[in-house]
């Protein structure tokens, strides 16, 4: 009677286990989809950059 109360408690305690993972998994699913998406650089800022290397390489350029 002994080994058939462990095997009882031993597979409920496998079916909590397994129902918690899923409850986890499907916490992660909802926090990732609440998530915004990541945005790239901004490019208007990386244009402006690159804007001002090139009149600096320019001036550069007239003064040698």
């Not at 109360?5 to 990732?32: D, F, G, H, P, R």
């Not at 998530?35 to 490019?43: C, E, I, R, S, V």
Request: aromatic residues 8%; without cysteine.
């Amino acid at each position: 009677m002994a080994t058939m109360n462990k095997k009882v408690v031993a597979a409920l305690a496998a079916v909590n286990s397994y129902l918690m993972q899923e409850e986890e998994a499907a916490y992660q699913a909802q926090l990732a989809a609440a998530k915004p998406a990541q945005t790239g650089p901004n490019l208007w800022a990386i244009a402006g950059r690159q804007d001002i290397m090139n009149f600096r390489r320019l001036i550069q350029m007239k003064a040698f």
